[in-house]
């Protein structure tokens, strides 16, 4: 069974970075991909950020586009993604997903069955 493990989050100013880190173990394949869905406080949860773990190709919301990169590596089965420029819109708790057999529309969740298990992401003054 494919298990993840998510790392970082933590509280930072408006304009402040963060980096959150996602680790499978377990098989993962060529389809394979790994993404970022966010939840805040009595909204919905949306999607971020995704990225086929073999050939690197990257997906992003039109909220994040231009101040969050994914990046990932394949052989270590993990993604990375660095969060820049931070707004207290972008306040929520965070969580690594994988979809086995590719990633689709930025906008839906449909294939992502595996989940982390979370990481908060607190920006205020």
């Known amino acids: 069974q494919l298990q993840l493990a998510e790392s970082g989050g933590g509280s930072v100013q408006p304009g402040g970075s963060l980096t959150l880190s996602c680790t499978a173990s377990?098989?993962?394949?060529?389809?394979?991909?790994m993404g970022w869905f966010r939840q805040a406080a009595g909204m919905e949860r949306e999607a971020v950020a995704s990225?086929?773990?073999?050939?690197?190709?990257?997906f992003y919301s039109n909220s994040v586009n231009g101040r969050f990169t994914i990046t990932g590596n394949n052989a270590q089965k993990t993604a990375w993604l660095q969060m820049d420029n931070l707004k207290p819109e972008d306040t929520g708790m965070y969580y690594c997903?994988?979809?086995?057999?590719?990633?689709?529309?930025?906008?839906?969740?449909?294939?992502?069955?595996?989940w982390g298990q979370g990481a908060q992401v607190t920006v205020s003054s």
């Open positions: 990225i086929y773990l073999y050939g690197g190709r990257t």
């Open positions: 997903a994988v979809a086995q057999g590719g990633c689709p529309n930025i906008g839906s969740k449909d294939g992502f069955n595996t």
């Open positions: 377990g098989v993962i394949y060529g389809s394979t991909c």
